[in-house]
């Protein structure tokens, strides 16, 4: 995020979050870090996305086509007109079983961060490395629940709720501190720092899906969709920070603390951060979808899904500390001062600039899409070949009110500024192209079947006004290949009761398992 402001002001909570993770630091001789304990951090993340494989296993496994050779009731909620080939009343319902384990067995970035900071200039050797345990995994419980009804011969209705997206983020950091300081003409300025950090992020995407399907004849049926989709995002972050700041010299010696009672009486002086988003909505659109049997092994399908936009209800509000003395360039440029005793004022050595953005104009699109599938089918193998082209970019665009104040250096004399202005943000994916492959092999004599699964995603990122430097927005990435795979097994336990295992999934659900029922 970009975050305003005079390009001089640094950011001392940053530098603080940032020591642990620092890549190749060059620090001047006169910019130095005299001492640093990295503390503690625990990042633990787990995450439901059906979004890239499929609303259930079955699905999966014909590479989440729109194909009517798919009899799976969820159709509901991506080819309404398959619902008309199913000809009988079935339940649909799938777990996730959850689990969550240490990916530091996997990649362990400890070793990493300290040979990073050992690239950095220490004046003394009072370092304590930080140690980051980082657990991830998946959303567990139910997940999706569809049921078909056939009403007639010729029209069934379908009723489809599924979870396609779960996200649940914590975040802790303690034990964080550290003390830098710069000499300049025989006065020192010190600055000592220590911070604790707390973060949870829940996000979830539930969908209901209304559905009937007419077979006009033998080989023509159409079907209509009502999709509702529910959105939620609800996270808070607080980023603490504690320490005092210090210049001595032959007439100098001043001690200021942050977050002092006294001083914040009189202005300004806490560098905490803190952010918070609630924001929920609904979005209502349709799908059409016409299936057409060219024979009894062939059938073609289309699919038109159309794009919504909604502004969402809630707010988001993120508030940044910095102080005007400290310029994070001078961590990675030896030419900066990391602490600039010029803009330091000794009556008011600890007073803050502050930062806020405000969000209460938040929409939220859908892409749509229009999808073209063919199937083939024999006693021994299914295949399915299928083209999808969404019409849109899934896009969250957001307008903040930004307000800046604080103190600042003009000439010789310190001056308060305070002001607003409005600007917009944008994030999101456009998936360009979707191409999918699924397959169905049958051994002779037995009723299981092997399933696989491919997908393949051409995707343009969305980001614009998102900065990590001053005035350099991120450039959004073009032409990504994302590939989607899933292998598993269909296994009938009796004449009713079908059993979809997911053995290999990427890139999640990892494992997922669905039962069709007949009644």
Known sequence: MNYGGNIRYGRVSVILWMLPMLISVQLSAYNQITSLQGGSHRITGSIYCSYFTGAVAGLAQFGNSVSSLSTDPVMAAVNPAALARIGAKRLCLEITPPFLFNLNGIYDVNP??????????????????????L????????????????????????????????????????GMSGTFYDTDDGDTTRVALSGELYGKFKAGSHTLDIAYARKFSDRIAGGLALNIMNFTFNGDLALVIDGTIRRCGEDTDITKSFNDPVDGANFRNTLNDSARCDVKGKIITATLGINYLVSQRIMLDFVLSLPSRKDLQGDFLLVKHSLGAVDIRGLTDEEVELLDQTQIEPSRMTYTNRTAYHSQRINFQTAGKIALAAGFSNSNLDVVISYEKPLRAWLLTFSSVVHEDGREKVGSEFENYDFNWEKTYELGLYVKNIY??????????SQQKLVLGIQLFDVDTVIDNFSLKEKENIKPMKNLLIPSLNLGLEIPIYSNLLWNLNLISFPFPYFRISWQYDF
């Open 112 to 133: 990493v961060i300290k040979d990073h900071i050992d690239d950095i200039k220490i004046l003394q050797d009072d370092i304590i490395y930080p140690f980051i345990d």
């Open 135 to 174: 657990e991830g995994g998946q959303v567990g419980g139910l997940n999706t629940m569809a049921f078909s009804y056939p009403v007639s011969d010729r029209d069934n209705l379908g009723f489809s709720y599924h979870t396609p997206l779960l996200i649940d983020l914590d975040v802790i950091g303690n």
């Open 436 to 445: 999918k492959l699924g397959m169905k092999f049958k051994k002779k004599d």
